[in-house]
């Protein structure tokens, strides 16, 4: 079968689409003939060595996909680690949702990553409905936080990277959870396009200091969530955007940078830093199935539609890896398998 394989961690140019064998499923595994797959920026680390638990080279790219489970012949949509850049992927059952009637192959390839992160990203900031797993680590509006600046405020998110594929995502889902949204991006023609997704303040931070921004349209008090992927000092930088009992989210370092954090700066604001990561909450179906069944009931009221940015051919894919690794997408970048 035709593949996409990273023959060595040294970036996108060392990706060639070459013939390999067809993949055998394990126990738990079914076989899915592939017809688009989400491009993450996952992948690009992963090209270039930075994810964690990549398998030594040569493997088969990608890590979203949608397509056509052969034994049953619904269509699906699934999340796996490797493997997804090819005409076939050996996917764990538990790890496959139904796609919406109403979507197209590539809006199905753009779905898991996206959804399930910025889901758990709010499920993490305590801003879902319901507890997905035990209590949701918040403070209630009823509680500490809503006691200090009023329980019918709208919480309000400073979502990194808004015009990208989780952030689209995020944004989407803040509107059905009534979240005033701020985002950050490069560029005014994003902003102006993830505005009318519904993101409330766009911020251009080539132009403007989102520290700044955000002291300025929140009046002083700060966000009650920062939902962060940047690394670096972005992350002392979030954490002084937050107001009291507020939390950063860590879910990525696109900088390439380890997180800065003097830690006694979330004293002052009784803050917290969580970490997020999908590979590791994606194993745990007391969190994954409640958070799709929330997911699915959003989608069959039509309020969630991923946002297809560029799709490219399976052979044009390195030019795909790079337009991301340069920051230039919007929404989300898909590669065409068949
Ligand atoms: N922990 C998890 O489970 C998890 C899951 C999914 C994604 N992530 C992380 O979330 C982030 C977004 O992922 P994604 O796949 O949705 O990508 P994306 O947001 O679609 O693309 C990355 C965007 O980040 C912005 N950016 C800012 N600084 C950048 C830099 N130094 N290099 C490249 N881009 C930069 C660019 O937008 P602007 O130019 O508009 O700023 C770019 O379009 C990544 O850090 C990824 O690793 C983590």
Excluded at 281 to 308: D, N, T
Aim: some cysteine; charged content about 20%.
């Amino acid at each position: 079968m035709k593949a996409l394989v990273i023959k060595s961690l040294s970036g996108p140019a060392a990706l060639s689409v070459q013939q390999t064998p067809e993949p055998t499923a394990k126990a738990g595994q079914t076989i899915v003939r592939v017809a688009a797959g989400g491009l993450n920026f996952a992948d690009v680390m992963t090209t270039l060595g930075g994810y964690p638990g990549t398998p030594p080279p040569p493997l088969v790219a990608g890590r979203e996909f949608c397509g056509i489970e052969e034994h049953t012949g619904r269509r699906v949509m699934g999340y796996t680690q490797w493997g997804a850049f090819a005409e076939k992927v050996a996917a764990y059952s538990s790890m496959l949702w139904p796609v919406p009637d109403h979507w197209s192959d590539e809006q199905a390839a753009a779905f898991p990553v996206n959804f399930f992160t910025a889901y758990l990203g709010y499920w993490q900031a305590g801003m879902t409905p319901h507890a997905v797993w035990g209590e949701p680590p918040s403070p209630s509006p009823s509680g500490a936080e809503g006691a200090v600046r009023g329980s019918e405020a709208p919480r309000r998110v400073l979502i990194h990277a808004v015009a990208g594929g989780v952030g689209t995502a995020a944004v989407q889902i803040g509107k059905i959870l009534g979240v005033e949204t701020y985002g950050t991006s490069s560029s005014d023609e994003k902003l102006a396009r993830v505005k009318e997704l519904g993101l409330h303040h766009g911020i251009n931070y080539k132009r403007q200091d989102y520290e700044e921004a955000i002291k300025n349209l929140t009046h002083g008090e700060g966000v009650d969530a920062v939902f962060e992927m940047l690394g670096g000092e972005h992350t002392a930088k979030s954490l002084r955007c937050l107001r009291d009992f507020g939390r950063v989210i860590q879910y990525g370092t696109a900088t390439g940078k380890q997180p800065q954090l003097d830690v006694r700066a979330l004293y002052a604001k009784s803050a917290m830093l969580q970490g997020l990561w999908l590979t590791y909450l994606s194993q745990k179906r007391e969190i994954m199935e409640p958070a799709w069944q929330q997911l699915s009931e959003w989608i069959s009221q039509r309020k969630l539609s991923p946002v297809i940015g560029q799709v490219f051919r399976l052979d044009r894919a390195v030019e795909a890896y790079k337009l991301l690794q340069e920051g230039k997408n919007y929404g989300k970048v898909v590669i065409k398998i068949s």
